[in-house]
């Protein structure tokens, strides 16, 4: 009995919490967000770790979905497989889920394309030039109403067989 009233006593602040995030998130609808960040690229088949910095524009649709587009400009280069790899830039739009867990942190999933132009050596040829299916996790935690800090990971399936790639984000998100 005891083990059954604390479930339900946890099953009802977890149903708190989260009409609680679901009204915040609804205020939040229809709202522009911008974010700017950090990227770090595994690619397995350059073999090369790639930084870059990364500018994001979104809005949510609904309180648990919305659009966002990501534009990413290469800050280092990198020795790999045949020589010096650089991102030059890359491009991408993506649907995102966001599932409210508290007021004040949401976990995000997001899916979608991109287009990344990598400077390769010649020799190399073009291994990771080209569309990619994206997709990803993360989370976001809100610092207050305005501002939030977002960590997430990106895996990149590039068309043919041109490799993967493994983003992991750390961005500062303010709404306007």
């Given amino acids: 009995m005891k083990t059954f009233l604390i479930a339900t006593a946890a099953v009802a602040a977890t149903l708190v919490a989260g009409s609680a995030a679901y009204a915040q998130d609804s205020k939040d609808v229809g709202k522009v967000y911008g974010s700017l960040g950090y990227q770090s690229t595994d690619n397995d088949t350059t073999n090369s770790n790639l930084g870059s910095v990364n500018a994001r524009v979104g809005t949510k649709i609904t309180p648990h979905f919305g659009v966002e587009g990501e534009l990413s400009y290469g800050t280092n280069d990198d020795n790999g497989t045949g020589g010096n790899y650089k991102l030059t830039n890359k491009a991408a739009v993506y649907g995102v889920g966001y599932l409210p867990v508290s007021p004040s942190f949401d976990l995000i999933g997001r899916v979608g394309v991109s287009d990344t132009d990598l ?5 190399a040829g073009k291994y990771e030039q080209g569309t990619a299916l994206e997709y990803g996790v993360g989370g976001q935690y809100h610092i207050n109403p305005e501002y939030a800090v977002r960590a997430d990971y990106t895996r990149s399936d590039f068309n043919g067989d041109k490799g993967n790639a493994d983003t992991a984000t750390l961005s500062l998100v ?3």
């Fill in 174 to 176: 303010k709404k306007f």
């Fill in 119 to 123: 400077k390769a050596p010649a020799a």
